[in-house]
């Protein structure tokens, strides 16, 4: 039986020879449940939770052990025999059964308690198994014996626990098992059923000792202390009296901060006590019904504020007050958004985790600040501010120099200065005010003595009565060159007396404790505050309120390590000598300390009564509630009640281009209950338009499945508003404000403005009440204008479904519903002749087509002398009328060729645009199909025109000299290469006035901008394209937008996605010229991941293109010939970049002939000299440094198209001749927290055995880095299981790895990549 469930039976009186008192007999109580892990045991009414014997058997364990030895005499023990076993550890116990032969089944024996923090344990052992077992097994679990003073919901939670039954003979074959439970007054116990079968008992196997004694050891691992088991129903308003603070994403550490600050009732005082603008205008946005935090809607680099209401934000004061007095009259938790938009956070702020003691400090300042000028200006620092002096005084003048400086907190050292741990506070504060003796060098320049030998020290004047201490937790390791988190233990106790570091300073007592669960990178605060000092602890853990154990509060949060649960039963005894337990640091632990000055204490903590403190005040906040109340209650009518937006036929009449749902404008709302009629709704409109309400029929806006289309839907008189509303992820409906947009059509015999009834009405208007929506059908109609290109809407014609769309045209109601239009001249008038021979069905029928807008893309055309219901139109469908084009046909989805082939010698006369000898082709637009075709065609094209010569920029890093992080464009110095003019006196030509939209400067710009190569700034523009022109358009179009000159039939400019020389895209339009003239401008629109669709009325991004002129001459000669073109970049022996040079050399030649031509183009401004030599870099290491005599098809570039990326490195080669014993080495960069090399790396000769100090030193010489950036650098050498970080004085090559290498591990200059971005390195910032 393993991990089994059974049921323990009664239990007689214990066996003779068992001393104690085994568990008295009583009847089982079904019902125990069995875990993943240990098999709980049943409870039994005998056992009492108090019933505790000590290890039966008479003598204590080591005694028997003692005993064992005694007997034996001289005789050997087994080396792994159970004497030979180490002592209990301080988490384990153990109980030695003396005649476990003689107990029945269901008879219990308990060991003594065991305390593991406060947790207090012992092992519950069944010898002759529980009733479940049927005798057959012994049975053994881990039983809580809690302290009676705790709560009676006290709860342990992830306790891991091991049962061990001993094998006397060879304690290696004992039973071991291991679990994790949490324990609970209803899981008291855990353990196993199944340890050991009885009938192996009385064998010869070992498991009985002397006197038939049975061993059984448990330890536990208790992770925290107790906790409260608490369900749903628990109040913490009624249980504790406070509320808790809601967390809006990761504020944890505001919270607590805010809980601690709130119970000091001195610091809600003054807080209260302020007087502030009553602006009605920015009320509290706080909703109680509003749940969640403002996370979802935020968008990528524009995040919404904190607070969703409308309005400004408050003052921080008003919002903190406002925060405070909910905390003190509210009932359940309050929100912070208010307070944090004060502070001018956004979505980002608050999902950032910040440091409690930092934003302490700064939430007082600022309020200091909002209270100057007041009467409680200075209150602040008499509540919190110390005061100590910085003196040094020499030893043997009298001289002594004083400086006082003021403190909110002391920031106490965990780990000293000299790497020792500290135990407590006193330690600390020691340390902190420890006298230093400067002499010898460091003696002190006194003033008028000269150098003398002097003491420097701290000592303290005076403590505030609130006194916060921060516990230094967080601490810089020099050898990992990051932040690591000290989990040492350090004590503090309830009673601090600090007359020893102060003159009167007095006992103070431990108010708060604020604790940090976690690591430095991410983690989780909660708060343990007194609000009485003499009343009991709570634990404040964002929303939620309890009570805790002072052991909870405070000797928990010592920190320290735990002993683990570990098997030593495998391991001899020589395996064990010396052998520590295992440990687990608690990474929950003290960060913050609050204490108060015990004569103070009761003034300090006494609550005020905000009524009496700033009535004018309370009345602000409770108004405030009362607005939230109502917003509570407007939110809870919304989900009983339906907004309509109502929809006349006149409101569709302005609307102009294709069908769009979102943009259907209405000018009345009214609200409906959901369980209304829509006859109700009549009713309203005949009062609201003085139409009656048999001459009306409604429709609502409807998602349709099959076809995917929104459109108009009847709605049936006796239907409920319910049954009509949109499902939630329908495309009209938007779930922050659910209403129904509901259309009005009144009889044809009203004027469709005026709704009044026409002078002359043809006919009496129809009964609409009686509509049938199987026989009568509803259609939108719209006129398209070729002439004008113009769409306009005539307004809504409803018909039997046996008609056919002519009848439109032959009653006049298109020609009578155009006529505004006409006369406001959006469309051309029509011909007298179409106008007159409207009622000749044949003549109309020739003259007039019918389009149906069926989706976005699918304009598909209709017969007119068909009936709808042949057409399979239905009530809500959209069709569109013209006048006949040239010649009535049916577009395909992609539009209509252009009118003249590219290229035509007249093709400008036929609507292309001459561009240098070639066509960028203007499609027509002869109907419906045609505009669909051409608005889905047209493209905005951001395009970003590089000079050939811009430096590489590989990771957003440029080889420009410059390491720190690039300055702002104000700061940044005047560019060095890019504003300089180019070769031959030619400069960039200016950028047309509006043809440059603003964008977004990248720190890669501001790294370009600071290099020393020569070339022109990138130019952008941005230009309307059709998706249907081939490559070949798309390059002359760029040609002509930004004045180059480009031949007849051979483009000269590349395209890519992204800038040339900083991505290893190979160039969309390659070199086959016959690809330009079939892949069009729309295969590439596919290709680009980073464009969105158009949603919520938003326009789409625009396609991104990055174009550079080629140096090639025109045609095809370079390839032709067997040459291949090289980008070739020059780098000067700082290894920046200072210029490049595109040159073409033979397939089949060596790199002596690329060094041959790179000589020729080299400038004496670029200090290169001497001979050459070529590498190719990738990724930010070197791939490979070539011979002069290597073949240019070894070369990794070789072939590659994108020529800019995929380049050479030539420099000066100072070292081509090594000195004996040399080695020349490759130092690349790495950045610290990725991992991830980048930039370019250095070639350094080093000598065997040189000091790393001494090729640090030339690195930062070759490389001119400044000694206040070159300080954070290390030098680290890597191996492929390991990486060193050397010391100055360590030889490179101190070890002998045939994969080492060296690199410089340094911060990336320019960490746009996610992966070396971190949201716990954002500055915290209160902003108002």
Known sequence: MHHDRGDRGATGDAPPGAEGNPARPGAPVPGARAGRGGARREVDSGDSDHDQVQPVGGPPPQLVRGMGEARHGAAAVPECAKENLPPCADHEVEIIIRDALNYTSGQTVRSASKTVGNFRFRILVFPSGTQSTGGHQVSAFVEADPFPDLDPRWVFHAVKYQV??????????????????????DGIDRGWHDMVR????????????????????????????????????YNTKKETGYIGLKNHGATCYMNGLLQSLFHVGQFRRIVYSIDCDDNPDAPGKEDPAHEGPMSKSAGIGHPPPVDDGEGKAPPLIQALQNVFYKLQTADQAVDCREL??????????????????????????????????????????????????????CIDVDYKSRRNETFYDIQLNIKGERGQELRNIEESLREFTAEETLEGDNAYEAEGHGKQRAKKGIRFLTFPPVLNLQLKRFHFDLEKMDMVKLNTRFEFHKRLDLSDFAPNAGVYLLYAVVVHSGDVNSGHYYAHIRPDLEGGWLKFDDDSVTPCSEFAAVDDNYAGSDLSIWNYFERTPRDLRGVQVPTRPRIHNAYMLVYIREDQAAQILTPPDPRTTNPKMVDRCEREVRVAEQRKREKLEQQLKIKIKLVFERDLCRMTGFWDHAEIPHQQSLKMGRDQYVRDLTAEVESIVEVPRAHIALFSLQYRNNPRQVRFSFLPLASTFRAHIPQFNAPHFDTSDPHLVVLCVAADAYDVRSLKLTPEPRKAPEELARWVDDQVILLVVKYFCPTTRKMVTLGCFYMQQTDSL?????????????????????????????????????????????????????????????????????????IVWQIAGPSSRAASGEGEAPSSPAGGADASADGGVDIDGEVAPMYPVHNVADLAAHIA?????????????????????????????????????????????AEGGAVAPPSPAGTNPTREERPEDQALAMSPAEFNPPQERELKMDLRWHLHHVTNTIARAFGLR????????????????????????????????????????????????????????????????????????????????????????????????????????????????????????????????????????????????????????????????????????????????????????????????????????????????????????????????????????????????????????SETASDAKLYLEHVHPNPTSSSRQSRYNKPLTIKA
């Open 1046 to 1293: 480009t031949p007849a039939n051979e483009s000269q400019i590349w395209l890519f996605h992204a800038a040339p020389g900083s991505s290893c895209e190979e160039p969309l339009n390659d070199r086959n010229p016959q690809g330009e003239q079939t892949t069009t401008l729309k295969e590439l629109h596919r290709t680009c991941s980073y464009l969105a669709s158009a949603q919520g009325g938003r326009r789409p991004a625009p396609l991104t293109l990055h174009a550079v002129e080629l140096p090639f001459p025109p045609g095809r000669e370079v390839f032709n010939q067997g040459l291949s073109p090289l980008c070739v970049r020059f780098f000067d022996a700082a290894v920046r970049e200072v210029g490049s040079r595109i040159i073409t050399v033979p397939n089949n030649g060596t790199v002596q002939d690329i060094i041959n031509e790179s000589q020729q183009h080299l400038q004496p401004q670029w200090g290169i000299s001497g001979p050459l030599r070529v590498l190719e870099v990738s990724e930010g290491r070197l791939h490979r440094h070539y011979r002069p005599d290597a073949q240019v098809l070894s070369l990794a570039c070789f072939n590659r198209s994108n020529i800019f990326y995929n380049c050479l490195r030539v420099e000066a080669d100072p070292d081509s001749n090594l000195p004996e014993g040399h080695t020349l080495l490759e130092i690349y960069h790495c950045d610290r927290q990725s991992q991830q090399a980048f930039a370019q790396p250095i070639l350094l000769a080093v000598a065997p055995g040189e000091k790393s100090g001494s090729i640090k030193n030339r690195c930062k010489m070759k490389l001119q880095v400044p000694d206040a950036e070159f300080k954070s650098w290390r030098l680290v050498r890597c191996a492929r299981t390991n990486r060193t970080h050397l010391k100055d004085d360590e030889a490179w090559d």
């Open 806 to 878: 002519l009848t439109m045209v032959t009653s006049g109601w298109v020609t009578s519903r155009l006529q505004p239009f006409l006369a406001s001249k959006e469309v051309a008038p029509l011909a007298q002749e179409l106008v007159e021979s409207h009622s000749d069905g044949t003549a109309a029928a020739a003259a007039w087509e019918c389009w149906e807008e069926f989706s976005e893309r699918d304009i598909q055309q209709r017969s007119v002398k068909r009936t709808v219901k042949s057409e399979q139109l239905w009530t809500g469908d959209v």
């Open 340 to 393: 944090m938009k004060s502070f001018g956070w956004d979505t980002m702020d608050a999902f950032t985790q910040h440091d409690a003691q930092e934003l302490n400090r700064i939430l007082c300042d600022r309020v200091e600040e909002q209270m100057k000028g007041t009467s409680m200006d200075g209150s602040i620092k008499r509540l919190f501010e110390g005061e100590f002096e910085n003196y040094i005084e």
């Open 164 to 185: 061990a039954v001993v094998n006397w003979n060879d304690y290696r074959r004992s039973v071991i098992k291991c679990d994790t439970w949490t324990f609970s007054k």
């Open 198 to 233: 009885t009938t192996d008992l009385p064998a010869d196997s070992g498991w009985l000792g002397p006197d038939n004694s049975l061993c059984v050891r448990a330890q536990c691992l208790v992770r925290q202390a107790d906790g409260l088991n608490i369900n749903s129903d």
């Open 937 to 981: 065609n047209t493209a905005d094209v951001v395009v970003t025109l590089h000079d050939g010569r811009q430096p590489l920029c590989v990771d957003g890093v440029v080889s420009n000299g410059h390491w720190g992080p690039p300055r702002p464009a104000s700061a940044a110095p005047s560019p060095t290469g890019a504003a300089k003019k």
